[in-house]
């Protein structure tokens, strides 16, 4: 079955420390890979995404990500966390044309 | 530009009763999706529309229907709720295809089925 896992319910970083959050998957083919960010009572914002080409990719608010074709993994980061940045976080994935499988999704708490 | 728009808020029925959740958006796209999303399971999608007139089940298409008679518009519908449909409803919709593309959410419906 094609799935999308995102190992950790919490991660918990300080203020102006690098974080990472993991995403990785298990799907057939080359799958297009994306992060999306949630805040209390809103829905989902569009981070960033990768189709093809340079492994590590940049989006919104200063987060990239980087994509590993051989670990099937898609982690995202940032060089330097902000109590702004706490937020549920989902990585999704498309093996098909028109759907997107989510990951359960990741708490970040930035500790001031 | 108001993005996607998702009508009732918050809404809280008895099991057994109906209602129809309403997803509009303004940015002329084509593609429109519903999901629901349960603690500790992510988002997960129920139906979706790939176009005016056209729908197709999603992962967990069971007790729910789905009508897109204007481009504009993506109805959710429920016959007879049951405790296990109270979730939070997001509407989606892309511009081309969302398995490529970015998907827009609005800002959610949290429903509770007593």
């Known amino acids: 079955a094609q799935s999308v896992a995102q190992p950790e319910d919490q991660v918990n970083v300080a203020e102006g420390n690098p974080l990472t959050v993991k995403c990785t998957y298990s799907?057939?083919?080359?799958?297009?890979l994306f992060w999306y960010v949630q805040y209390p009572n809103r829905g989902l914002q569009f981070l960033l995404k990768y189709i093809t080409g340079d492994n590590l990719v940049k989006g919104s608010y200063g987060f990239e990500a980087e994509f590993n074709k051989s670990q099937t993994s898609f982690h995202l980061k940032k060089p330097s966390a902000l109590v702004s940045d706490s937020a549920l976080y989902f990585c999704a994935v498309s093996p098909w044309t028109y759907k997107y499988i989510f990951g359960t999704g990741t708490r970040l708490k930035v500790l001031a | 530009n108001a993005g996607v728009t998702q009508t009732p808020k918050f809404r809280v029925l008895k099991t057994g009763q109906s209602m129809t959740l309403l997803c509009a958006q303004d940015?002329?796209?084509?593609?429109m999706y519903w999901y629901r999303q349960d603690p500790g399971m992510g988002l997960r999608l129920i139906h979706y529309?790939?176009?005016?007139?056209?729908?197709a089940k999603g992962e967990v298409p069971d007790g729910y229907n789905v009508s897109r008679l204007k481009k504009q518009n993506f109805l959710l519908g429920l016959e007879s709720a049951a405790p296990s449909q109270t979730s939070v409803y997001f509407c989606a919709s892309s511009l081309t295809s969302g398995g490529t593309d970015t998907q827009y959410f609005g800002p959610g419906t949290r429903l509770t089925v007593l």
């Open positions: 799907v057939s083919g080359n799958p297009y």
């Open positions: 940015m002329n796209h084509e593609y």
């Open positions: 529309s790939v176009g005016e007139g056209t729908t």
